[in-house]
């Protein structure tokens, strides 16, 4: 990609907002309102469990977690994420197929890296999160992109798998709730994809780090529901659902009951992997148990509703501004992608385009639509304070009225 002579050969989330950032006066910067990263702390509707806030003080005052922790993570903690996902797996995990890791980015970074393998693939959807790509690249793994349906709910193209997936393939990623969609899967849809994942004897790499954050008509089903059918590599943290990505608090955990993907020599291998790559900090770890254990339904609650009232406020934005259209409405996550009608703009080239024209003239960040995979799309994070969402989008509204073809009624000649 290109913009104003700047190269960008491999674009990442953080690495497109920070040119964004950069492309900024020092008076703009102060009073930017940004809809592009998916950091819910930014606002101060979004704080977490004060019970989270407590575990982590008393394990931090308590002097007895300044040293290492084995390199899988505290025995306590694994017992704990074990117990937090097995209620909603039809069989019981064993704190053994539990690893602690630095957020959910690291256990992605671990999957590429245990199944990478001479002329392996992974099949990865599209839209998607970068990282696969990126983590991918550094272990020689090829990336081979299956398209999500926006028609359909951001549903997976089964067909593009079956046809896409070859002796070589080794995986599928399925992210659940979608980042960067804000789709929520069926138990059904999630049913098909373990059967074709069956089908082609490859495993599934299911990224639930936005887990339980469901607020629409679909209820949140883990992939591992399906383990005894495909083995599932289940990654997680508590950065979104407890709101402290700061933390890089995840886990990788592997939900195969029947050992189809798990023997001795895997679990050998992760344990050397772990070896040489370090965790989150051990007084996080030691708050786990109490963090999983203690928080109440009511903390939650408030999260999903301010969830849903801000997606719902985003879509009502969008709706208003022509040059934007969202083909469905958010179920979960915190961000959701917008389609941008360039025919609709006399001087935006593309979606890259748009995003600095927009944060140069109003101060405002979306996600160019190319980082994830969709050129001409733009993602919004909503999970944003109301009346900066709205302030933002009315900005938007001003911008795309202004580059707009059709101004006052006339359109230009």
């Known amino acids: 990609m290109e913009n104003g002579g700047m190269k960008i050969e491999t674009p990442t989330i953080k690495g497109i907002l920070g040119l964004l950032m950069a492309s900024l006066d020092d008076e703009k910067r102060t009073r930017v309102i940004s809809l592009g990263m998916g950091d819910p702390t930014s606002f101060s509707c979004f704080t977490t469990a004060s019970v989270a806030e407590d ?14 922790s084995p390199t899988v993570g505290l025995p306590q903690t694994r017992s704990a994420i074990c117990e937090y996902l097995s209620i909603n797996l039809p069989y019981k995990l064993s704190p053994d197929d539990v690893y602690v890791t630095a957020g959910c980015t690291q256990a992605i970074e671990v999957a590429i890296s245990i199944l990478a393998s001479p002329n392996a693939n992974i099949l990865v959807p599209r839209p998607g999160f970068p990282i696969y790509e990126l983590c991918a690249a550094f272990r020689n793994v090829e990336i081979r992109h299956f398209d999500l349906l926006p028609e359909n709910g951001w549903e997976v193209d089964l067909d593009a798998v079956d046809a896409l997936a070859d002796q070589n393939t080794v995986a599928i990623v399925i992210i659940n709730p979608g980042n960067p969609c804000g789709n929520v899967y069926s138990y059904q849809h999630l049913k098909k994809i373990a059967e074709t994942a069956k089908k082609h004897k490859i495993v599934v790499i299911a990224d639930e780090v936005y887990g339980h954050l469901a607020f629409g008509a679909n209820p949140f089903v883990p992939m591992g529901v399906f383990g005894s059918m495909v083995p599932v590599l289940t990654l997680g943290s508590l950065s979104k659902r407890w709101i402290v990505p700061g933390w890089r608090l995840g886990w990788f955990v592997t939900t195969d009951p029947n050992a189809m993907f798990k023997n001795a020599k895997t679990v050998e291998l992760l344990k050397k992997y772990f070896d040489i790559c370090g965790g989150p900090a051990t007084f996080i770890q030691a708050a786990v148990p109490r963090i999983l254990k203690e928080t109440g339904e009511a903390f939650f609650t408030r999260t999903l509703s301010t969830l849903k009232h801000t997606s719902d406020l985003c879509v009502k934005k969008i709706n208003e501004i022509p040059c934007l259209t969202c083909p469905t409405k958010p179920q979960g996550s915190m961000a959701m992608m917008a389609k941008l009608n360039i025919s609709l703009l006399k001087d935006i080239k593309d979606d890259i385009d748009f995003c ?7 101060s405002v960040i979306l996600l160019p639509g190319l980082t994830v995979g969709l050129k001409n799309w733009v993602r919004i994070t909503f999970a944003a304070e109301p009346s900066s969402l709205e302030e933002a989008l009315e900005m938007v509204k001003s911008f795309c009225y202004r580059h707009s073809y059709e101004q006052n009624g006339t359109v230009d000649p």
Do not use: H, I, M, R
């Not at 600095?356 to 109003?362: C, M, S």
């Open 356 to 362: 600095f024209k927009l944060a140069k003239e109003e």
């Open 55 to 68: 575990a982590v003080v008393d394990t931090l005052v308590s002097n007895k977690f300044n040293g290492y």
